[in-house]
Nanobody
Framework: VQLQASGGGLVQAGDSLRLSCTTS????????MAWFRQAPGKDREFIGTISRSGESYSADSVKGRFTISRDNAKNTVYLQMNGLKPEDTAVYYC???????????????WGQGTQVTVSS
């Protein structure tokens, strides 16, 4: 499964962005999906996940600001990010696996990442 993340960019604090993750080949509906991020010099951090049935949960660090959703008809998973802060600056990765979970080892497939930069 090859995942393609897109939608990153340079924004100002308080702005919103929506990241997308899609794939060619196998449909995403058969996978639990997740978003992670990695800032320079830091470990890859779990943001949130959504199950095959559409149940989602987010990390406490982004809860209330970031929302994960999926559109199986479009074979796409989204990360809606509102109220962005400079500390949200990172490369954002989407991932696919059989079951949802808050750790990297749940996910066998990873996208290439998309850069999000938030200026103050």
């Amino acid at each position: 499964v090859q995942l393609q993340a897109s939608g990153g960019g340079l924004v100002q604090a308080g702005d919103s962005l929506r990241l997308s993750c899609t794939t060619s080949g196998r449909t995403l509906r058969t996978y639990a999906m997740a978003w992670f991020r990695q800032a320079p010099g830091k470990d890859r951090e779990f943001i949130g996940t959504i199950s095959r049935s559409g149940e989602s949960y987010s990390a406490d660090s982004v809860k209330g600001r970031f929302t994960i959703s999926r559109d199986n008809a479009k074979n796409t998973v989204y990360l809606q990010m509102n109220g962005l802060k400079p500390e949200d600056t990172a490369v954002y990765y989407c991932a696919a696996g059989l079951d949802p979970g808050p750790a990297r080892w749940y996910y066998a497939y990873w996208g290439q990442g998309t850069q999000v930069t938030v200026s103050s």
